[in-house]
């Protein structure tokens, strides 16, 4: 195309014309300390580094999130604005933030990038929104919740040092709120927005999700690996322990559901209940069931798996009775994951990161955790406050506590796939979904889940029809 032409014909100069450029953009990698991810996030960096070298740039910044650790919330994100503003309000014009699975073409960036006016404030990103309102925003735009526009993380988004600054301000004035982190890209959107004072996001079509590997990135700044980890062969059937907490309430209309779907995935199975029932069979651990959280029954399946489980079944994990899941597909991804590191494994949420808190992995997807996290767990003093007491909070209290960091796999999700935006489904294969409200659960399964709609090369599944759910 003329495009390219153009820049052959200039390729001697561009190292020159790029010379300042590359060293304003402050690279920032979402990165997280268990060793299969930490080694995903150096190599990205070594690349970006490789590709600024290669062009005969000056290198950039690239910081790993995981590192500034001073922070248990940096992984939030608002919370080092101050510190950037500092260190690099100065000297750079732009900060780029992607995941450890972004693909990014420096050149490529840098032209993107060019096209925006430095000294503005801007908030750039492949633009996600709502086609209906849904829990994990709190139903936010309830009018019209294809209005509001938030990034999505796996294709990079970048801001500009004015903004940045301007963050940092405001955040020295008006502390973060200590609250819930639940959708963090959503929460970054409509705190950058300030209801209409600040910038909305700018969509920026180079900013991509595709794989890599796709006809459809030729335009492309940044792509996506998209495709479920596996790390030489999936776990053993038998090497994954599987315990369903319910209750005698939902026997009849819940436990069916596991038992048309996923159940056949598992070879170890416990159904935990308040009420024993041998139909199931159910096992009446002797915790009362309770109308809120289910800490007791947590803590008392945690002790069962390891005193009455065979000590060579490395993993177990927990779910409620309405999670649908994989475990087909949870098999390749521990394969990534070493059980004689303390793992625990699942969808990440923050609770009052603003001010100290702590982060937890939020038990409706699924909670995934080593025998060896859970050996930690126990020997540590570290129990519910009461029987009802959020689970999966305690543990993320519980495990802050004892330094032992949760490892976010997005794969896993708390709500229903109709909660979630469609282009950013459509980069995943996930390993759970939660909920049976409004949803026929049976065909929910069978459509995003099942193995027999095993992954063909270009992501779609056979069977139902994706869209329709």
């Not at 004015?162 to 609250?179: C, H, I």
Request: proline share 6%; charged share 25%; net charge neutral.
């Amino acid at each position: 195309s003329g495009d390219k032409d153009c820049c052959a014909a200039h390729l001697p100069v561009m190292p020159c014309s790029f010379k300042m450029k590359l060293k304003g953009i402050l690279f920032v990698i979402q990165s997280q300390s268990n060793s299969f991810h930490s080694k995903r996030a150096e190599d990205l960096k070594r690349d970006i580094l490789k590709q600024a070298e290669d062009l005969g740039k000056e290198l950039p910044k690239v910081l790993l999130i995981h590192q500034i650790d001073r922070h248990e919330g940096a992984w939030t994100i608002l919370p080092l604005m101050k510190d950037f503003s500092l260190t690099y309000g100065r000297n750079s014009s732009w900060i780029f933030f992607c995941e450890e699975d972004t693909r990014i073409q420096v050149v490529k960036l840098l032209e993107t990038l060019r096209r925006f006016d430095k000294s503005k404030e801007w908030f750039l990103g492949k633009a996600l929104y709502d086609e209906e309102s849904t829990i994990i925003h709190h139903y936010a735009f309830a009018e019209n919740p294809t209005v509001f526009k938030f990034p999505d993380f796996a294709a990079g988004w970048a801001l500009s040092i004015p903004l940045v600054n301007k963050l940092a301000k405001k955040l020295k004035s008006e502390p973060l709120k200590s609250d819930f982190t639940i959708d963090l890209k959503h929460e970054i959107a409509l705190y950058i927005w300030q209801k209409g004072e600040g910038p909305h996001l700018t969509p920026v079509p180079e900013f991509c999700t595709d794989d890599v590997n796709s006809y459809k990135v030729d335009h492309c700044a940044t792509t996506f690996s998209n495709f479920l980890p596996l790390c030489g062969e999936p776990v053993n059937k038998e090497d994954v322990f599987v315990a369903v907490k319910t209750c005698q309430k939902f026997h009849g209309d819940r436990i069916p559901v596991v038992k048309q779907t996923w159940e056949r995935e598992a070879a170890l199975i416990e159904y935990y209940s308040d009420y024993a029932d041998i139909s199931i069979p159910t096992i009446d651990l002797g915790v009362p069931n309770t109308d809120r959280g289910h800490c007791g029954k947590t803590f008392a399946i945690l002790e069962r798996f390891l005193n009455h489980t065979s000590p060579r079944t490395p993993w177990l994990v927990v779910v409620d009775d309405d999670t649908l899941i994989s475990i087909f597909r949870l098999r390749k991804l521990l394969s990534c994951y070493d059980p004689n590191e303390p793992v625990f494994l699942g969808e990440r949420y923050g609770y009052g990161l603003g001010t100290g808190g702590y982060s937890y992995i939020t038990g409706g997807g699924g909670m995934v955790f080593s025998r060896t996290a859970v050996q930690k767990l126990l020997a540590s003093k570290c129990r519910c406050y009461s029987m009802d007491a959020p689970d999966d909070m305690v543990l993320g209290m519980c495990f802050s506590g004892l330094g032992i960091p949760i490892t976010h796999s997005p794969l896993f999700h708390q709500a229903r796939p109709m909660d979630y935006p469609k282009d950013y489904l459509s980069h995943q294969i996930p390993v759970s979904f939660h909920k049976h409200w409004n949803i026929d659960p049976v065909k929910v399964y069978f459509t995003w889940l099942a193995p027999n709609t095993e992954e063909s090369h270009n992501g779609k599944k056979v069977g139902y029809n994706r869209e329709d759910l």
